[in-house]
């Protein structure tokens, strides 16, 4: 699976930006697809922030972005979307999408569940 994501930018606190991860893969079945968003803010660790499962459309959320975020995807695209409201400087990281395959919903949350990673994108928050 390769991932390509974008939409990153400079906004200031308050605004809203939405991500896009677009997805491809060749002779691969989507059915059992988790896409996940993670974020990394320097000098920090790579942390969760919303997953989608491709068949079904269950959602997951950090605490830290529920009611803020919102994951949704568009199958025919394939491309799942990051939509983030009322952001904060506290949200500035590189944001990543990512993929797996067979995920059950404890492990969701995991990175290191997650084999394919797109090459991210910037999200700088000013106060």
């Known amino acids: 699976v390769q991932l390509q994501a974008s939409g990153g930018g400079l906004v200031q606190a308050g605004s809203s930006l939405r991500l896009s991860c677009v997805a491809s893969?060749?002779?691969?079945?989507?059915?059992?697809?988790?896409v996940g968003w993670f974020r990394q803010a320097p000098g920090n660790e790579r942390e969760f922030v919303t997953g989608?499962?491709?068949?079904?459309?269950?959602?997951y959320y950090a605490d830290s972005v529920k009611g803020r975020f919102r994951i949704s995807k568009d199958m025919a695209k394939k491309t799942v979307y990051l939509e983030m409201n009322s952001l904060q400087p506290e949200d500035t990281a590189v944001y990543y999408c990512?993929?797996?395959?067979?995920?059950?919903?404890?492990?969701?949350?995991?990175?290191?569940?997650?084999?394919?990673w797109g090459q991210g994108t910037l999200v700088t928050v000013s106060s």
């Open positions: 989608i499962r491709w068949s079904g459309g269950n959602q």
């Open positions: 990512a993929a797996a395959t067979g995920l059950i919903a404890s492990t969701v949350t995991d990175r290191d569940r997650y084999r394919f």
């Open positions: 893969a060749s002779g691969m079945s989507f059915s059992s697809v988790t």
